[in-house]
């Protein structure tokens, strides 16, 4: 079956230091592949996004993402964390031919000063 | 990006009532719309897409009577519970987009059913 894991459910981390929140697909071909952040009591934004070409993925806020074919992966990085990443983030995929996302179950960030 | 803004941000309501949610696309038109709902802590479920000028299709387990929704014109989609109860207390979420693969979501609106 379909689906997008974020494996961790909470993570926290220290002002200043880097952060990486996994997340790994199953859908057989490469589909397209969002990270979205939310705020206590708000709407996504999104963060970035892979549709095709360079896997390294650069988005807004410093985030950065790779997308990795082989693990089926599509990590999410910033090299130093701020105590206003603080928040939940989404992992979203919407397979090739589709427009309907499918969620991870999301991470929230915890940042400690 | 494009914007989508709800309305309202908040609603409280009695056990029994009917309330309107309103998804607008700002600056772009929106053929499709989705609806999500979010309970604490957890992840965005879809409840159904609208399609602008015809009905909208439900995911499995969204009752179409309590949940209708109406996509009138290209830039709004309204989200109408009906005879609400506590247990459809949630933050509805609603999403549109300029591309078949990229949705921007509205702000939510957070429904309290007392």
């Known amino acids: 079956a379909q689906s997008v894991t974020q494996p961790d459910i909470h993570i926290t981390v220290s002002e200043g230091a880097s952060l990486e929140l996994r997340c790994n697909y199953s859908?057989?071909?490469?589909?397209?592949l969002f990270w979205y952040v939310q705020s206590p009591g708000q709407g996504l934004q999104l963060l970035l996004k892979?549709?095709?070409?360079?896997?390294l993925v650069q988005g807004i806020k410093g985030f950065e993402a790779e997308f990795k074919r082989s693990q089926s992966s599509f990590n999410l990085r910033k090299p130093s964390v701020h105590w206003s990443d603080a928040a939940e983030y989404f992992c979203?995929?919407?397979?090739?031919?589709?427009?309907?996302?499918?969620f991870g179950r999301g991470t929230s960030l915890i940042v400690h000063p | 990006g494009a914007v989508v803004s709800q309305h309202p941000s908040r609603v409280i309501c009695k056990s029994g009532t009917s309330v309107k949610i309103e998804c607008r696309s700002l600056?772009?038109?929106?053929?499709?719309m989705f609806w999500y709902r979010q309970f604490p802590k957890q992840s965005l479920m879809l409840m159904a897409t609208?399609?602008?000028?015809?009905?909208?299709?439900?995911e499995q387990g969204v009752e179409k009577d309590k949940f209708l929704i109406n996509h009138a014109s290209l830039t709004l989609s309204t989200l109408t519970v009906t005879s609400a109860h506590p247990e459809d207390s949630s933050f509805y979420i609603c999403?549109?987009?300029?591309?078949?693969?990229?949705?921007?979501f509205g702000p939510g609106t957070r429904l309290t059913v007392l």
């Open positions: 999403s549109g987009g300029l591309e078949a693969n990229e949705q921007f």
């Open positions: 859908y057989g071909a490469t589909p397209y």
């Open positions: 609208s399609n602008e000028g015809s009905k909208a299709t439900y």
């Open positions: 979203a995929v919407v397979p090739g031919g589709s427009y309907i996302p499918t």
């Open positions: 892979y549709f095709s070409g360079d896997t």
């Open positions: 600056d772009f038109q929106a053929t499709t």
